[in-house]
C-alpha cells in the first residue's frame, strides 16, 4: 500500500555541523548561509507542491484530524479482501486523522440498509451491492464530477450511472457472467468458441459435444436457478435484443406468455440432454469442479474468477469465457455485470470532503491494485493491469472477438420488481421438473406462473 511521508530538508544542519570548530570561519558561516538559502528554497518548493495538490484534492493536503464518519460495507467483502479493506481504511485514518469507522453489516446489509433507507439514516458511505441506480439513486450523491470517473471501464461505469448520467456509487470491483468453459477439451473436439455468436451457433456446439461423448453443460441447482434467467437480457432488454421488451418490464406490461422464447430455449437442452444428470443436487462449486475436472464442458452462467478458480483447480487444462450469445444473427452478445465492490456516498452526508478524499484513495492505482488483487475480481477503472492475472487475461482476450458485444446490468435488478429473484429460480426447477424430453410440454405452464408472480410483485411495488 502507497506511504505517504513528509521530507524534512536538513542539509544546512548537516553543514553547520561539520564545519563548527573550523579555521576558515567566515568562510564555513558563507557557506552555511548559502546552503540554508537553498534548503529553504527547496522547502519552499516542496511546499508550493503540497499547495498545488491540495488545490487538486491531493493526498497531501488531507487533514480531517478527529472528523468522525461511517463506511457500512456488505457480505460480499470476505476473507482476504476484507483484511486488506480494514488495513487501507486504517492507514487512511492514520494518513488523514480521520475517524472513519468501518461497518461490516455482513449478509444483514441489505435489510439494514432498507431500514436506514426508511428512516432516512444513511451512513456517510455505504456500499450499494448492485443497487446504486435503482434501489439506492434517490440517497446517492452525485459522483460524476469525481477525478476519478473518466477512468471508469465502460462496463461498470454503464451499469453505476443512470439514466441522467449521475454516477451513483465508486466501482472498485465488478462482477461479470458469461459463458465459461474447458478451452482444452474445446481444442480437442475443434470446436472455436469465439465463433459462437448466436444461441444456433451454441446448440451446434452442444450437439457436437454430446455426439463425441462429452456432458456440454454443468449445472449447480441445489442453491436455486436464478442466476440462469440473467440471460434474460439477450431476448427482452439489451441493445439489439430479439424483442425490445425493456420498456414493457418498467411499466408492467410485459407477458412472458407471449414471450416465452427463453423457456423455449432451455427446454431444448433440457431434452437433449445437454445438462449433467445432477444438475438439481449439485451445488455451484460442485458444478465448476466438474467443468475444471473435464467431466463436462461449459458453464451457461460464469465469472472470470470462476475461470482462475478452475485453473487452480486443474492446471493442466486451460480455462476461457465468452459473453451469452446473441439469440438472433445480428443481435448482440451481452456480459451481464454488476457492481462488485462500489462505494456510494450518503447525499446528506456531513463529512463529504472526508469521503471524497477516501474514494481518492482507494483509487490511487497502487491502492486499488492490491484490493483488486485481494477480491480476484475484475477492476472497475482502467488505471490497473492484472497482466499476471490468468482470468482477466481470458476476459480480455474474449473482448476482441466480439464486435457486437453489450454490457448490460443484472436483468432482474434492472428489469423486475423486487422479489422476483426466487420466482427465476423456481420457474426453472418446473421447466427441469420432468424427464427427459419432456420439457417443452411445461413451457406454457412455467410461463404462466413466471407472469403470475412479475404481475402480482409489480402491484405490489406500485402500492
Same mark, same amino acid.
Given at each position: ?37 537553498? +534548503? ?14 491540495? +488545490? ?7 487533514? !480531517? ?30 494518513? =488523514? ?6 461497518? /461490516? ?42 477525478? @476519478? ?17 449521475? /454516477?451513483?456509487?465508486?466501482?472498485? =470491483? ?23 455468436? *448466436? @444461441? ?29 434467467? %440473467? &440471460? ?24 412472458? /406468455? ?15 440432454? @445437454? ?5 438439481? *443436487? ?22 472470470? %474468477? @470462476? ?50 478524499? !477516501?474514494?481518492? !484513495? ?45 454490457? =448490460? ?14 420466482? &427465476? ?21 412455467? +410461463? ?16
Amino acid at each position: 500500500m502507497k506511504k505517504r511521508t513528509i521530507s524534512v530538508c536538513l542539509a544546512a544542519a548537516m553543514v553547520l555541523t561539520a564545519c563548527s570548530g573550523g579555521t576558515e570561519t567566515a568562510q564555513t558561516e558563507a557557506a552555511a548561509e548559502q546552503m540554508t538559502a537553498a +534548503a529553504a528554497e527547496t522547502e519552499a518548493e516542496a511546499a508550493g507542491e503540497e499547495t498545488e495538490a491540495g +488545490a487538486e484534492g491531493g493526498e497531501a493536503a488531507w487533514d !480531517f484530524t478527529g472528523i468522525k464518519a461511517e463506511i457500512d460495507i456488505d457480505g460480499t467483502i470476505i476473507d482476504k479482501a476484507l483484511n486488506t479493506f480494514e488495513s487501507m481504511v486504517a492507514e487512511f485514518n492514520e494518513m =488523514t486523522g480521520a475517524e472513519l469507522e468501518l461497518v /461490516v453489516n455482513g449478509d444483514d446489509h441489505e435489510s439494514i440498509m432498507k431500514t436506514r433507507m426508511a428512516s432516512n439514516d444513511m451512513p456517510d458511505m455505504f456500499t450499494t451491492h448492485g443497487w446504486s441506480t435503482i434501489r439506492y439513486n434517490e440517497f446517492c450523491y452525485d459522483l460524476s464530477g469525481e477525478p @476519478w470517473v473518466g477512468d471508469m471501464v465502460e462496463s461498470a461505469a454503464a451499469v453505476v450511472t443512470d439514466a441522467n448520467g449521475k /454516477v451513483c456509487t465508486c466501482p472498485l =470491483t465488478e462482477w461479470v457472467y458469461g459463458i465459461a468453459y474447458n478451452e482444452t477439451i474445446m481444442e480437442e473436439n475443434g470446436i472455436d468458441m469465439y465463433a459462437v455468436q *448466436t @444461441w444456433d451457433d451454441l446448440f451446434e456446439v452442444l450437439t457436437t459435444l454430446k455426439a463425441n461423448g462429452i456432458t456440454p453443460i454443468s449445472m449447480g441447482g441445489k442453491n436455486g436457478f436464478g442466476g440462469y434467467l %440473467e &440471460m434474460c437480457n439477450v431476448f427482452y432488454s439489451a441493445d439489439g435484443a430479439m424483442y425490445d421488451g425493456a420498456e414493457e418490464l418498467m411499466n408492467g406490461t410485459f407477458s412472458f /406468455v407471449d414471450h416465452p422464447e427463453i423457456f423455449q430455449r432451455f427446454a431444448e437442452v433440457y431434452d437433449n440432454g @445437454w445438462f449433467i444428470e445432477d444438475l438439481f *443436487t449439485a451445488d455451484p462449486d460442485t458444478a465448476r469442479n466438474y467443468v475444471a475436472a473435464g467431466d463436462a464442458a461449459m458453464l451457461l452462467w460464469g465469472s472470470p %474468477e @470462476w475461470v482462475d478458480l478452475m485453473k487452480t483447480i486443474n492446471d493442466a487444462s486451460d480455462f476461457a469465457i465468452i459473453p451469452t450469445p446473441a439469440v438472433e444473427e445480428g443481435g448482440n452478445a451481452a456480459y451481464t455485470v454488476g457492481e462488485g465492490t462500489a462505494i456510494a456516498i450518503s447525499k446528506d452526508t456531513q463529512n463529504l470532503e472526508l469521503c471524497q478524499a !477516501f474514494l481518492q !484513495f482507494m483509487t490511487d492505482p497502487e491502492n486499488l491494485k492490491e484490493y483488486v488483487d485481494a477480491t480476484g475480481a475484475v477492476s472497475g477503472f482502467s488505471t490497473i493491469t492484472q497482466d499476471d492475472t490468468y482470468s482477466l487475461n481470458q476476459y480480455n482476450e474474449s473482448l476482441e472477438h466480439f464486435d457486437n458485444l453489450v454490457f =448490460t446490468n443484472f436483468f432482474d435488478r434492472e428489469y423486475l420488481p423486487s422479489g422476483m429473484w426466487n420466482y &427465476m429460480s423456481e420457474s426453472l426447477a418446473m421447466l427441469f421438473d420432468c424427464n427427459v424430453g419432456e420439457a417443452q410440454g411445461q413451457v406454457g405452464a412455467v +410461463a404462466e406462473y413466471m407472469q403470475q408472480n412479475y404481475e402480482d410483485l409489480y402491484a405490489t411495488a406500485a402500492e
